[in-house]
């Protein structure tokens, strides 16, 4: 089973660039989520969508992020303008069933995208 | 929100020995408690995880222990290899509301295990 395919794996822009990042999920998994990994720290939560609708966004930084998962598959999470702060790894998992739960029905991430902004 | 807290920090153990890295959590609605192991330039890969309707879950040399009325989970790792070093993540997640899925992460545990 192929696993959640990320790109790219690393992104250095200028501040006030804008950038986008891919992801496709597992097949079959209906529920997409991107997070956000700051050095040293765990995984938080971005957005969240079930098929191609967004279920939980609150945490998004809605002035400049935004994210869209077209016909349910694959996610471009895109960042408008960067700030110095959005330095981070950007996570993409997917799960087969909502809420997640053990063993296969848990989530998978992705590599990763690792944004610098200078 | 769901507020996890990870302990220790950082953990450096001998080959052989034992690791053990604890976690609290705030909400007492959560029930799902996954455990994940991230090497350098890769995503979290699930090691093992535990619903709140069970005490103790064992796979090989890794075991998960959860205390409901305390709010605190563990990760055991017995006979410790090299290959074990990586950074460790607790996480907690509700099955309800409006942050259904979303898992609240605590903030790693660089564990290093010297041959």
């Known amino acids: 089973e192929a696993g959640v395919a990320q790109s790219p794996r690393y992104k250095i822009i200028e501040k006030r660039q804008s950038v986008a990042f891919w992801c496709n999920p597992i097949?079959?998994?209906?529920?997409l989520y991107w997070y956000q990994q700051i050095l040293g720290q765990g995984p938080k939560l971005l957005i969240q969508f079930q098929n191609n609708g967004v279920v939980d966004d609150s945490q998004l930084p809605k002035d400049r992020f935004s994210a869209e998962r077209l016909k349910g598959v694959d996610s471009t999470l895109k960042i408008q303008p960067a700030k110095l702060e959005d330095s981070a790894v950007y996570l993409c998992?997917?799960?087969?069933?909502?809420?997640?739960?053990?063993?296969?029905?848990?989530?998978?991430f992705g590599s990763g995208t690792r944004l610098t902004v200078v | 929100g769901e507020n996890v807290e990870q302990h220790p920090s950082t953990l450096s153990v001998q080959e052989g020995d034992s690791a053990v890295i604890k976690c609290t959590y705030s909400d007492s609605a959560s029930n799902y408690f996954p455990w994940y192991k991230q090497e350098l330039g890769k995503g979290p890969q699930l090691i093992i995880d535990i619903r709140s309707n069970v005490g103790e879950k064992k796979d090989q040399r890794i075991a998960v222990t959860l205390n409901k009325t305390a709010k605190h989970f563990s990760l055991h790792i017995t006979e410790t290899q090299p290959e074990d070093s990586a950074v460790y993540f607790c996480?907690?997640?509700?099955?309800?509301?409006?942050?259904?899925?979303?898992?609240?992460f605590g903030r790693g545990t660089q564990l290093t295990v010297w041959p």
């Open positions: 097949s079959g998994h209906a529920t």
């Open positions: 996480a907690a997640s509700l099955d309800r509301g409006s942050t259904l899925g979303r898992l609240y």
């Open positions: 998992a997917s799960s087969l069933v909502n809420p997640p739960t053990e063993g296969n029905y848990g989530y998978t």
